[in-house]
């Protein structure tokens, strides 16, 4: 069982999901965000961005409730660059401390969606909001403008692109640009547009290319996410 509802700050979703014992696992894909979790087993937790589909449950029942925060968005509430986190799953107290953590991990037992979206509204505000430069970031890679003239279009050198871009999303803009390429090709084909069609409007060589692309991002080809 799987839901979710925007809540707290433009972009971010609150999602949640219960798992039982010996469901398959869920291939969670990579989508540029960071998310703040908590988990019925694992209490509070952090999900970096992912370079590579994610395998999540497989294991004893759970219940998870998560805050998906939008690329870019992640360094701002977390208070770490987004590399740090990339590929990991890290406890809440590693970056914010045993004794803060703990009364937070209290509260959130009780009502865990109101208690993620009130800290990091509250942590986004005192950090001065977002770094807007993310934001152009995303809208120029996701339009499938190139790296150089995302940089361009920044005010960045190439070089200092992706230093920002390592910060706030954990990887380099060429990385960022396949994956949000990869999610909007998945739109499309959800929504009943053929795999082919998909590929020359989003600016892949041919099907093939497609299919390559989100196998290497996915772990399997379109057709199987598409079930």
């Given at each position: 069982m799987y839901r979710e509802r925007p809540a707290g700050f433009a972009g971010a979703v609150l999602w949640t999901s219960a798992t039982t014992a010996g469901a398959a696992p869920t291939r969670v894909l990579p989508d540029g965000c960071l998310d703040l979790?908590?988990?019925?087993?694992?209490?509070?937790?952090?999900?970096?961005?992912?370079?590579?589909?994610?395998?999540?449950?497989?294991?004893?029942?759970?219940?998870?409730?998560?805050?998906?925060?939008?690329?870019?968005?992640?360094?701002?509430?977390?208070?770490?660059?987004?590399?740090?986190?990339?590929?990991?799953?890290?406890?809440?107290?590693?970056?914010?401390?045993?004794?803060?953590?703990?009364?937070l991990a209290e509260r959130a037992e009780a009502a865990p969606a109101d208690v993620l979206t009130e800290v990091a509204v509250r942590r986004l505000r005192a950090a001065g909001g977002p770094d807007p430069i993310g934001a152009r970031v995303v809208a120029a890679l996701a339009a499938g403008?190139?790296?150089?003239?995302?940089a361009?279009?920044?005010?960045?050198?190439?070089?200092?692109l992706h230093r920002r871009c390592q910060h706030l999303f954990g990887y380099g803009p060429k990385?960022?640009?396949?994956?949000?390429?990869?999610?909007?090709?998945?739109?499309?084909?959800?929504?009943?547009?053929?795999?082919?069609?998909?590929?020359?409007?989003?600016?892949?060589?041919?099907?093939?290319?497609?299919?390559?692309?989100?196998?290497?991002?996915?772990?399997?080809p379109p057709t199987a996410l598409l079930r």
């Open positions: 979790l908590w988990s019925s087993r694992c209490g509070l937790t952090v999900a970096g961005p992912d370079r590579t589909a994610h395998l999540s449950g497989g294991g004893p029942p759970e219940r998870w409730v998560g805050l998906r925060l939008p690329p870019g968005i992640g360094p701002a509430v977390l208070g770490v660059p987004a590399v740090e986190l990339r590929d990991r799953r890290v406890p809440l107290a590693e970056l914010w401390g045993d004794r803060d953590v703990a009364r403008a190139s790296v150089t003239a995302t361009a279009g920044t005010g960045l050198d190439p070089r200092a990385t960022l640009a396949r994956i949000l390429r990869m999610g909007r090709a998945l739109a499309l084909a959800r929504a009943g547009t053929p795999l082919a069609e998909v590929a020359a409007r989003c600016g892949y060589a041919d099907q093939a290319h497609l299919t390559r692309d989100v196998r290497d991002l996915a772990g399997v």
